[in-house]
């Protein structure tokens, strides 16, 4: 058995207390300037900033790595991306666009960005989360499992709740936060998602599930 060790910083990950010694551990890390805002779940967390704040951007960055080190952390910066948010129903988009700001030190900068598990693209966009949801639940490994199940003797009933509890709830995991995706990025996606619960229709019993 090896020697115990203190441990003096960061959380202890997979222990039962974790979540909680987070959000303690990460209460007082707030916005430095005015205007801005900080997002934090789990382990994550997103600095926001509006345009109107644009020159704070190296503020922000600096008030975290201050942060980090009076907690005895490092700010991961190989971990952490820059994505610039526009309207594209903006006249003023494509203008912007050419005139950004250089990118913050040692933080790449990126088109999309991952959040809670659904991609984002800077125009507000979801196609690329639609597309790996389609790549992943509409594929024939999806089908081949729903009708091996089926085929060892597994009741309908049973065979609507593997289907929910993994295919409709992936697709469903999105739906209440599209409203900030344009018309017509949403009425593409929804359709897309809707495509993708009626694959499974000539396997499974009952009606179709909508997700929209």
């Not at 003096?8 to 987070?22: D, E, L, N, R, V």
């Amino acid at each position: 058995m090896s020697s115990l060790l203190g441990i003096t910083a960061s959380i202890i990950q997979g222990s039962a207390i974790g979540p909680a010694a987070y959000v303690v551990n990460a209460g007082d890390l707030v916005a430095a300037v005015p205007g801005n805002s900080t997002c934090k779940f789990a382990d994550d967390m997103y600095i926001i900033i509006p345009v109107s704040n644009e020159a704070t951007r190296h503020m922000e960055l600096a008030n975290v790595q201050k942060w980090a080190a009076l907690n005895n952390l490092k700010l991961n910066c190989s971990k952490s991306t820059e994505v610039i948010f526009r309207d594209p129903r903006r006249r003023r988009h494509h203008a912007a666009a050419a005139t950004e700001p250089a990118p913050l030190p040692g933080i790449e900068r990126s088109r999309c960005l991952k959040m809670l598990g659904v991609s984002i693209e800077n125009n507000f966009s979801i196609a690329q989360h639609v597309q790996r949801l389609v790549n992943v639940y509409a594929s024939a490994q999806t089908v081949y499992a729903l009708r091996v199940l089926r085929s060892r003797g597994l009741d309908d009933d049973a065979l609507q709740h593997v289907y929910r509890a993994t295919v409709v709830a992936r697709l469903t995991y999105t739906p209440p936060g599209r409203g900030a995706v344009s018309p017509k990025h949403q009425t593409a996606s929804a359709s897309t998602l809707c495509w993708i619960a009626r694959a499974a229709t000539g396997i499974l019993p009952g009606k179709p599930v909508d997700v929209r």
